[in-house]
């Protein structure tokens, strides 16, 4: 019995022995693992073993009831595909690149079930219904930085592609800021907030986010009324205006008090803080950027010396922006009462073939300055026996239902009185002269006398003028009716042009893309001239001219246009486009016309021997049409005058000295005549332009209305040619017109049209 069980034990350690030695010479490992699906061993799963170069199939099992598989293999790349048991709705997996090199190899696997991606969308908006353009972030299975975010698009939408189901996912509103599509265009959006939570089971059209939102909206403007494009509008976020000055904000609603800054780097503006109280409902804002202004006024004509008498005599000068000052002398000194461009004080109580040295000075409304300058002159031996001549006007401005107002030059400070019809007067002696006419009646036509009286009481001369008040409230802004346009530009300096159809203020907005400047001029008239100092060589400005009459109509706003300063400065002297001629004459006054190239004051000399002009006359305002009243002369005489222009860089030029014999005494004036016209030029579907031409220069006044003429308006400047525009008018309706001309001695004529 013993012996067969010997002979078992050997064979058995004997086969054992041959199986280690056929392992040890194959070199084979074990790949094993566990095949799993929701924490627990998956019982059945098979399990292929593929060559993963060839991908030929090496080996086959199933897993155990633990999950559990092995195989034995040599070492080499392997490729595992796994499928699930039949009705276990969970899906196959497969494993790659399974390196096998001196040891066994665990290779766990997990099955899972299918997974469902859906697409998500919806809207944003505000509560009135405006699309928000805002980043917005995902809360959800398989959540990364990777496809978290998105963006609403411009009309509001958004998606949010390929999200896994599940419950308890959101989408939110994540950033700071926003954008509303409104329909002036774009509001920064402060701070949204709002979300949506749901559960995701398939394609989703969530409720529109709503932002209860409430709008700052508003235009940036400068002093002249000009929008500034660029300006940064902050308030945490912000945004910035447009072409138009626009900007709007908007914040969550109930978000109480705000401050917005403003502000334009480099731009010389002035920061403007806005504090906003309470914002719980929209607003509108209207800002207005002022300049830091740092410089001293500028004389740019003067100062001159005219109307040079025996005890008085007037300096005239013109400064590049509003100002005032003094003017003072060795006995004693007189101060300006407001700010102006143009500037003309009365000097009294002189004597007689005495010599003065005068000093002016200009002062801004920034109390830049003082400038100065000085001229020295000497009066004359004889006393004063000429009345004062009205160079310009009287013309009707600000004129309504209940008020006017009246203004007029002299080529010397004078008194100023309101004559006829209506009765006022203005204290004291002026250049230019305004009276305001108040209480009058409705659609009633008024005749008045504008009379002006000199420091020696010669005079009165006086100009008759009729209006007729309107009907209701001047509402109606000024009509830019010509140019605007650019001359003596230098390289630093340029003068700004235009016309309107109502006597209206001036203003220059410039800049050239960077630095900006601003002036206005307070006086009221229809020929508009504005002169930009310091500005840079060789440098394109962007020029707008803005205009506002005396009711605060307006302001009415040029397009803008280009200007380019000249590479090096100005050396070039004034040129006489028409020569100096003799375009008026009575006993005691000789009337000289002439025009320039560019905008230049004029001083004549003149006397009656060419080769002894002692008497001055001279003319500060920068201009290129001239004409100057030469007025105190004796009757039957010949006089001889030189003309001496400058322009505003200080170039000189003089023209040949001409003659002319004032009329003999006693000897009648006579009227002025028309040479061309009038006729109506022009029409349009609410203006027409009425033209003429006149043998003297005359001040021009045009009637006109539908049955009788009872509008009207005028033209205070005395020149030979006229062109009157005449606005507002109702289109296809039949006008009648006619045109009067009145010279510098109150001569009149009319003409029909």
């Known amino acids: 019995m013993r012996q067969p069980v010997r002979t078992f034990v050997r064979i058995l350690i004997a086969a054992v022995a041959i199986l280690s030695l056929d392992r040890l010479e194959a070199q084979v490992y074990g790949l094993n693992g566990t095949v799993s699906s929701a924490g627990a061993g998956l019982a059945g799963a098979t399990i292929t073993l593929l060559d993963a170069a060839t991908s030929a199939q090496l080996q086959q099992v199933a897993t155990d009831g633990t999950g559990h598989y092995e195989f034995w293999v040599a070492p080499g790349t392997y490729n595992m595909t796994i499928a699930p048991p039949a009705g276990s709705g969970l899906m196959s997996a497969v494993v790659n690149g399974i390196v096998i090199v001196a040891s066994d190899v665990v290779q766990d696997v997990v099955l899972v079930k299918p997974v469902n991606y859906y697409k998500v969308s919806g809207r944003v908006k505000t509560d009135e219904g405006y699309p928000i353009r805002v980043f917005m972030s995902w809360n959800g299975p398989g959540a990364d930085n990777s496809n978290r975010y998105t963006a609403s698009n411009e009309d509001g939408t958004y998606e949010f592609l390929n999200r896994q189901e599940g419950s308890g996912q959101s989408v939110q509103l994540y950033a700071d800021s926003g954008t509303v599509r409104i329909p002036e265009g774009t509001s920064v959006l402060v701070g949204p907030q709002g979300s949506r939570s749901f559960d995701l089971t398939g394609d989703l059209v969530l409720p529109d986010i709503v932002v209860p939102t409430v709008f700052l909206r508003g235009d940036v403007t400068d002093a002249n009324g000009v929008p500034i494009e660029g300006v940064s509008v902050s308030e945490w976020r912000g945004t910035q205006t447009d072409e138009k000055g626009f900007f709007s904000l908007s914040f969550m609603e109930n978000v109480g008090s705000k401050r917005v800054t403003f502000t334009k780097d480099g731009s010389g503006f002035g920061v403007q803080q806005v504090q906003v109280e309470f914002l719980v409902s929209d607003k509108n804002l209207a800002v207005v950027l002022l300049i830091a202004d740092s410089t001293k006024p500028v004389f740019i004509s003067g100062p001159l ?125 002026q ?40 009907a209701a409230p001047d509402l109606t802004p000024p009509v830019i009716t010509k140019g605007p346009w650019s001359t003596d530009v230098t390289a630093s300096a340029a003068t700004i042009q235009w016309e309107t159809d109502e006597p209206a203020n001036s203003g220059v907005s410039y800049n050239n893309g960077t630095a900006y400047g601003v002036l206005d001029d307070d006086a009221l008239t229809q020929q508009h001239r504005v002169r930009m100092t310091g500005l840079q060589p060789s440098t394109q400005y962007n020029v707008t001219v803005s205009s506002k009459d005396a009711f605060d109509n307006g302001p009415t ?151 009788k003429y009872d509008l009207q308006v005028s033209n205070g400047e005395y020149k030979p040619k006229q062109s009157i525009v005449i606005t507002n008018l109702q289109p296809a309706t039949t006008y009648q017109f006619r045109a009067w001309i009145t010279d510098v001695n109150g001569k009149s004529e009319v003409g029909g049209v």
Request: charged share 15%; glycine share 6%; hydrophobic share 35%.
């Open 557 to 707: 706003l040029s397009a803008p246009f280009a200007v380019t300063t000249l590479a090096t400065d100005d050396t070039q002297p004034p040129v006489f486009v028409e020569t100096p001629q003799v375009c008026n004459v009575n006993e005691q006054l000789i009337q000289l016309c002439f025009r320039t190239d560019e905008p230049a004051s004029v001083v004549v000399t003149y006397g009656t021997s060419a080769v002894s002009l002692t008497q001055t006359e001279a003319r500060s305002q920068l201009t290129q049409q001239h004409t100057v009243p030469i007025n105190g002369l004796n009757a039957a005489t010949t006089y001889f005058f030189r003309v001496t222009v400058r322009d505003q860089a200080g170039n000189e030029r003089a023209s040949e000295v001409i003659s002319a014999a004032t009329s003999a005494q006693g000897s009648s004036d006579t009227k002025p005549q028309f040479l061309v016209g009038p006729t109506v030029t022009y029409t349009g579907a609410d203006r027409a332009v009425v033209e003429w031409e006149a043998d003297r220069p005359c001040r021009g006044v045009v009637e006109y209305g539908t049955e």
């Open 305 to 429: 010396l005219t109307q040079v008498k025996a005890t008085s005599a007037t300096v005239t000068w013109q400064t590049d922006e509003p100002a005032k000052g003094d003017v003072s002398w060795g006995g004693g000194i007189v101060a300006e009462a407001g700010y102006g461009t143009q500037h003309a004080v009365l000097l009294t109580d002189l004597t007689a073939s005495t010599s003065y040295t005068v000093t002016v000075s200009a002062t801004d409304r920034s109390r830049n300055g003082p400038t100065t300058a000085s001229v020295t002159f000497t009066t004359a031996s004889l006393p004063d026996t000429a009345p004062p001549v009205i160079v310009n006007g009287p013309t009707v401005s600000a004129l309504t239902y209940a008020s006017a107002a009246v203004e007029w030059e002299t080529n010397e400070p004078s008194t100023t009185e309101i004559g006829g019809d209506l009765t006022a007067s203005v204290a004291g002696y």
């Open 431 to 470: 250049s230019l002269h305004r009276v305001e006419l108040t209480g009058l009646a409705a659609q009633t036509t008024y005749t008045i006398d504008a009379s002006s009286s000199d420091v020696s009481g010669n005079g009165p001369t006086t100009r008759r003028i009729s209006f007729t008040t309107l």
